[in-house]
Nanobody, 126 residues
Framework: QVQLVESGGGLVQAGGSLRISCVASGRAFSKYAMGWFRQAPGTEREFVAAITWTEGKTEYADSVKDRFTISKDNAANTFSLQMNSLKPEDTAVYYC???????????????????WGQGTQVTVSS
């Protein structure tokens, strides 16, 4: 059973930085992609960034490209999202996710990711 546990959310002012992390357990993740999604109130969950566990190939949503960086620590079974130059519109619950078919391609659709963490709140004040 795959388990994903996020940490590191909080409140930050616009222009600031925040780092959120996700610890993965329960499987060998060599063929997985690990990703971050977010959901603001009244909106649908949307793709933010993803990384393949073995090769480190990354994918970003256009809205966060050049501001957010996804990384992984295979030894610690952890992946993180460094968020810089944060904007109020980045406010959302951030979810980490895992896709066992990620070695084929990184998908950005929510429906393609079967494993999810519980979410962590990120609030950016203006």
């Amino acid at each position: 059973q795959v388990q994903l546990v996020e940490s590191g959310g909080g409140l930050v002012q616009a222009g600031g930085s925040l780092r959120i992390s996700c610890v993965a357990s329960g499987r060998a993740f060599s063929k997985y992609a690990m990703g971050w999604f977010r959901q603001a109130p009244g909106t649908e969950r949307e793709f933010v960034a993803a990384i393949t566990w073995t090769e480190g190939k990354t994918e970003y949503a256009d809205s966060v490209k050049d501001r957010f960086t996804i990384s992984k620590d295979n030894a610690a079974n952890t992946f993180s999202l460094q968020m810089n130059s944060l904007k109020p519109e980045d406010t959302a619950v951030y979810y980490c996710a895992a896709d066992p078919r990620g070695w084929l391609s990184i998908g950005t659709a929510v429906s393609g990711w079967p494993y999810w963490g519980q979410g962590t709140q990120v609030t950016v004040s203006s």
